[in-house]
């Protein structure tokens, strides 16, 4: 299928593709367009404009820093998932990038348009929940941050407002000796999860200081599961024992309210959930260090 008719703006100033996206009656961002494109090409998004941020200078870099990882809107997906910097620094993230579709996918595919396209079952979205940061955002009135919590708002749908531009996202950095896990579950290599959990674990002079459930292919946005996440804070590290992650993998199934789809039920997606948590947090747990 081909798309609806648009006009194309190839901006080279963030403050230009600003100004396409107010003008328009209904203008969207392309970067790696491999969520846009299908979109369009299906007639599911026809938007009137699309502001292509591609030439602008400046907008591909991947910086890391004490306070995290900084990923330009137009750095690629590999270019991410091969940066020995970004491996050593936050390993989960490069873990769950190689679940993100396929190299072809990723060759194109950006990290900062994963998480505006939002879609809940994807993978960047999920670790950006669990390891916290900022997206930095422009738009006619300047630029601002938007906290990891408050970026994802529902189903394909974040709070970046219609005539602002992400320009960069800030994973924060993992605490230092902190494990994490990656599991997702998919029909194939390369699919979207039908579910996923991402966790991270601290543990500091004999406990669990921090730990951290992300849950997604759950529900409209990914999910931080509060419930599970307490029961090991404060917990001696040599107490937490197989009873106790089977413990946080039920509350996990039973605080999640997923819908049920073709690839599977609910109550399949909450039973899944749960083995994931139990699992993961084993996983983090081993990988920690205090
Ligand atoms: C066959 C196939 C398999 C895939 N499998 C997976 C998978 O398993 N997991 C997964 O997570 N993804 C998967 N994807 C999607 C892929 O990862 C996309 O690259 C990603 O979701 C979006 O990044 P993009 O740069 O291509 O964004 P685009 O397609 O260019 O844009 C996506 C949306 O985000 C908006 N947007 C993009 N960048 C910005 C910005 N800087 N500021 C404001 N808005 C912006 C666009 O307007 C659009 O609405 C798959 C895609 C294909 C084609």
Redesign the pocket.
């Known amino acids: 299928m081909k798309p609806a008719t648009f006009t194309y703006h190839s901006c080279r100033t963030v403050e230009e593709a600003v100004g396409h996206l107010g003008a328009a009656a209904d203008a969207?961002?392309?970067?790696?367009?491999?969520?846009?494109?299908?979109?369009m090409n299906l007639r599911l998004?026809n938007?009137t404009d699309l502001?292509d941020?591609n030439r602008i200078p400046g907008?591909d870099a991947v910086d890391v820093g004490p306070a995290g990882i900084t990923v330009g809107?137009?750095a690629?997906?590999h270019t991410v998932e091969i940066s020995p910097a970004v491996g050593a620094a936050a390993p989960m993230l490069v873990a769950a990038l190689g679940?993100?579709?396929?190299p072809?996918?990723?060759n194109?595919?950006?990290?900062?348009?994963?998480?505006?396209?939002?879609?809940p079952?994807?993978?960047?979205?999920a670790v950006f929940a669990t390891l916290g940061g900022s997206v930095t955002?422009q738009g006619p009135g300047g630029t601002r941050t938007i906290g990891a919590a408050d970026f994802f708002d529902s189903y394909?749908t974040?709070s970046?407002a219609a005539d602002?531009?992400?320009?960069a996202v800030t994973f924060d950095s993992p605490p230092p000796g902190s494990g994490w896990s990656f599991e997702e579950v998919?029909r194939r290599h390369?699919?979207?999860?039908i579910v996923g959990v991402v966790t991270l674990v601290a543990v500091t002079g004999g406990s669990v200081a921090q730990a951290r459930i992300t849950v997604f292919g759950g529900g409209g946005t990914p999910q931080r599961m509060a419930a599970a996440e307490q029961l090991l804070v404060g917990t001696a590290r040599a107490d937490v024992d197989e009873e106790l992650l089977r413990s946080a993998g039920a509350a996990v199934s039973s605080d999640l309210t997923p819908t049920g789809d073709i690839h599977g039920s609910a109550a399949y997606r909450r039973h899944v959930a749960g083995v994931l948590v139990t699992r993961g947090l084993r996983t983090a747990l081993d990988r920690a260090r205090d």
Do not use: N, W, Y
């Not at 602002?164 to 320009?167: P, Q, V």
């Open positions: 969207k961002v392309i970067c790696g367009g491999q969520s846009l494109v299908p979109m998004a938007p502001v941020l907008l809107a137009t690629r997906q679940h993100v579709g396929h072809q996918i990723r194109r595919g950006t990290v900062v348009g994963s998480l505006c396209h939002a879609d079952a994807a993978e960047m979205p955002a394909l974040t970046l602002e531009i992400a320009t998919t390369g699919d979207f999860a």
